[in-house]
């Protein structure tokens, strides 16, 4: 079944303890995102990667890392979270291309006290 | 301006009734558009898409593109309470590094039995 696993799923955390969100897809994209999602502020975009080893900035991406290190994974760490970063994250990928369909993975919630 | 900006919601209707979504954009060279459907808690799920001007239909759904407005739209006829979700427009664009795909902040849609 081609899917977009992200884990963990919830995450309750505190400030400054360093804490890494995984996400894999099973389809072979080349390209893979992460977004946040908070009330009234709709989906943004934190990092993207074209490909392996390519990682660019999206709209919001202060206070997180990425890597690309192969095609199937791309992490989101968090090196010393905050409490602004509660927030709800996808983790999404997609083939090349401008019709390619934006595949979401189940999101994982995160709390930082 | 926003890139991607979708009607005020929240929106009601009744069942059956016909839900009119509407989206503008403001990058002339988008290329691809989309509509998502997210229920309360969930992830964004691909509902439609459309790369030309006109209508697409499918189902109960229709999209609407005019390019030369930058206007998108999504049309939900004979609305079920099972519609009642946040729809997000998506819009991709052509850019040096490769396409981004930007969301709106989404129109909650209730449709009431």
């Known amino acids: 079944e081609a899917q977009v696993t992200q884990n963990p799923r919830y995450l309750i955390t505190v400030t400054g303890k360093k804490l890494t969100v995984t996400c894999s897809q099973n389809m072979n994209h080349e390209y893979m995102s992460w977004y946040r999602q908070d009330p009234g502020l709709g989906l943004r975009q934190i990092y993207y990667s074209m490909n392996v080893e390519v990682t660019d900035k999206g709209d919001v991406p202060e206070g997180y890392k990425v890597s690309r290190k192969e095609k199937r994974n791309f992490p989101l760490i968090l090196e010393s979270p905050s409490p602004n970063q509660t927030s709800l994250y996808f983790c999404?990928?997609?083939?090349?291309?401008?019709?390619?369909?934006?595949?979401f993975g189940e999101g994982s919630r995160l709390t930082v006290l | 301006q926003k890139e991607v900006e979708q009607n005020s919601g929240p929106l009601s209707v009744p069942e059956g009734a016909i839900a009119s979504l509407n989206c503008t954009y403001s990058d002339r060279v988008s290329q691809s558009f989309f509509w998502y459907r997210q229920y309360s808690g969930k992830s964004p799920e691909l509902i439609m898409s459309?790369?030309?001007?006109g209508d697409k239909e499918d189902g109960r759904f229709t999209a609407q593109l005019n390019k030369a407005s930058q206007y998108v739209s999504l049309l939900i006829r004979d609305s079920q309470p099972s519609d009642s979700a946040t729809y997000l427009c998506?819009?991709?664009?052509?850019?040096?590094?490769?396409?981004?795909?930007?969301f709106g902040e989404g129109t909650q849609l209730t449709v009431n039995p």
């Open positions: 998506a819009v991709n664009s052509w850019e040096t590094s490769g396409s981004r795909l930007t």
């Open positions: 999404a990928s997609r083939s090349q291309g401008p019709t390619g369909e934006l595949f």
């Open positions: 459309i790369y030309s001007n």
